[in-house]
C-alpha cells in the first residue's frame, strides 16, 4: 500500500479546512470547559504522589520511574504539543529526530533545574507551555509563512520548547522539596520513567495517526484538529494567566 503523500494532505487539508474552523473551536474549548479549573494546572501530580515523593526515603528507582511514566502519560500539555511535532511527520526518522531533540530539552532542564534547585514562576512556566501547543499548531496550519512570510525551524523550535517542559516540571518538584540525600538516583529514575512514558505515547499516537492518515475522511478533518490543538493551548495559557494574576501577582 503506498504511503500517503504529506503534500498532498496538507493541500487537502487547508482546503476543506475553512468551514470545519468554528466547529474545531466549539468541540475544543466545550472539552476544556468541562475539566475543572484545578485539573487545568499543567505539571499536575496527584496528591497521593505528592505525599509519596516527599516522604521517600532510600534509593526508590521503579517507584519514581512509574511516577515519571504516569506523569507523561496522563500530562495533556505534552501530549498535545507531542501530537503537534508528528502531525506532519511521516518517515520514522524525523519522527525519532524531533522526539530526540524534545527529548534532550526535556531532560536537561528537568535535571538541570532540579539538582541546582532552579525554578521559575510555575503559573508563567506553564502559559509558555500552553503557548508552545499554541505555536505547533500554527506552524502544522502554515500560519507564519502565510501571515509573516517567515517559517521558524522547527527543530531548533522543537527543543527551545523541550527546555521549557522540562523547566516546568522541575519547577512542580522543586515544591514537593524532594530529599536531597537520594534525590539524584530518584531524579534519574524519575526522568527514565519520563521518557518511557513518552515511548508509550508517541507508539498510540504513531498508530492512530497511520490509521487516520489511511482514512478518506484525513484530508478534510486535518486543518479542523490543527485548530482545535490550538484552541487547546490558548484555553491552558489562559487558566495558567488566570491562576498567576489571581494568586501570585503582587
Same mark, same amino acid.
Given at each position: 500500500?503506498?504511503?500517503?503523500?504529506?503534500?498532498?494532505?496538507?493541500?487537502?487539508?487547508?482546503?476543506?479546512? #475553512?468551514?470545519?474552523?468554528?466547529?474545531?473551536?466549539?468541540?475544543?474549548?466545550?472539552?476544556?470547559?468541562?475539566?475543572?479549573?484545578?485539573?487545568?494546572? #499543567?505539571?499536575?501530580?496527584? @496528591?497521593?504522589?505528592?505525599?509519596?515523593?516527599?516522604?521517600?526515603?532510600?534509593?526508590?528507582?521503579?517507584?519514581?520511574?512509574?511516577?515519571?511514566?504516569?506523569?507523561?502519560?496522563?500530562?495533556?500539555?505534552?501530549?498535545?504539543?507531542?501530537?503537534?511535532?508528528?502531525?506532519?511527520?511521516?518517515?520514522?526518522?524525523?519522527?525519532?529526530?524531533?522526539?530526540?531533540?524534545?527529548?534532550?530539552?526535556?531532560?536537561?532542564?528537568?535535571?538541570?533545574?532540579?539538582?541546582?534547585?532552579?525554578?521559575?514562576?510555575?503559573?508563567?512556566?506553564?502559559?509558555?507551555?500552553?503557548? +508552545? *501547543?499554541?505555536?505547533?499548531?500554527?506552524?502544522?496550519?502554515? #500560519?507564519? @509563512?502565510?501571515?509573516?512570510?517567515?517559517?521558524?525551524?522547527?527543530?531548533?523550535?522543537?527543543?527551545?520548547?523541550? $527546555?521549557?517542559?522540562?523547566?516546568? =516540571? #522541575?519547577?512542580?518538584?522543586?515544591?514537593?522539596?524532594?530529599?536531597?540525600?537520594?534525590?539524584?538516583?530518584?531524579?534519574?529514575?524519575?526522568?527514565?520513567?519520563?521518557?518511557?512514558?513518552? =515511548?508509550?505515547?508517541?507508539?498510540?499516537? =504513531?498508530?492512530?495517526?497511520?490509521?487516520?492518515?489511511? +482514512?478518506?475522511? $484525513?484530508?478534510?478533518?486535518?486543518?479542523?484538529?490543527?485548530?482545535?490543538?490550538?484552541?487547546?493551548?490558548?484555553?491552558?495559557?489562559?487558566?495558567?494567566?488566570?491562576?498567576?494574576? *489571581?494568586?501570585?501577582?503582587?
Amino acid at each position: 500500500m503506498r504511503w500517503p503523500s504529506r503534500e498532498r494532505d496538507r493541500e487537502r487539508a487547508h482546503a476543506a479546512g #475553512a468551514t470545519l474552523v468554528s466547529r474545531a473551536i466549539a468541540w475544543g474549548a466545550s472539552l476544556l470547559v468541562l475539566l475543572a479549573p484545578a485539573q487545568l494546572l #499543567a505539571h499536575g501530580i496527584a @496528591r497521593g504522589d505528592k505525599g509519596f515523593i516527599q516522604e521517600s526515603t532510600g534509593i526508590l528507582l521503579v517507584p519514581f520511574a512509574y511516577l515519571g511514566a504516569k506523569h507523561m502519560v496522563t500530562g495533556y500539555d505534552h501530549l498535545l504539543f507531542l501530537l503537534g511535532v508528528i502531525f506532519w511527520l511521516y518517515r520514522l526518522r524525523d519522527v525519532a529526530l524531533y522526539v530526540t531533540l524534545f527529548a534532550i530539552g526535556h531532560s536537561s532542564t528537568l535535571l538541570l533545574g532540579t539538582l541546582t534547585g532552579t525554578g521559575v514562576n510555575p503559573f508563567l512556566v506553564d502559559t509558555v507551555i500552553g503557548l +508552545s *501547543v499554541v505555536y505547533k499548531a500554527m506552524e502544522n496550519l502554515g #500560519a507564519f @509563512r502565510r501571515w509573516f512570510g517567515v517559517q521558524p525551524d522547527p527543530r531548533l523550535a522543537t527543543l527551545i520548547f523541550g $527546555f521549557c517542559h522540562g523547566l516546568g =516540571l #522541575a519547577t512542580k518538584l522543586l515544591e514537593f522539596e524532594m530529599p536531597r540525600e537520594w534525590m539524584f538516583p530518584n531524579l534519574v529514575a524519575f526522568n527514565v520513567g519520563v521518557e518511557v512514558g513518552q =515511548l508509550l505515547a508517541l507508539g498510540a499516537m =504513531l498508530i492512530a495517526m497511520g490509521a487516520w492518515r489511511r +482514512s478518506a475522511r $484525513f484530508g478534510t478533518s486535518a486543518y479542523a484538529a490543527n485548530v482545535w490543538i490550538m484552541t487547546a493551548g490558548f484555553i491552558l495559557a489562559g487558566y495558567q494567566l488566570t491562576g498567576y494574576f *489571581v494568586y501570585d501577582a503582587p
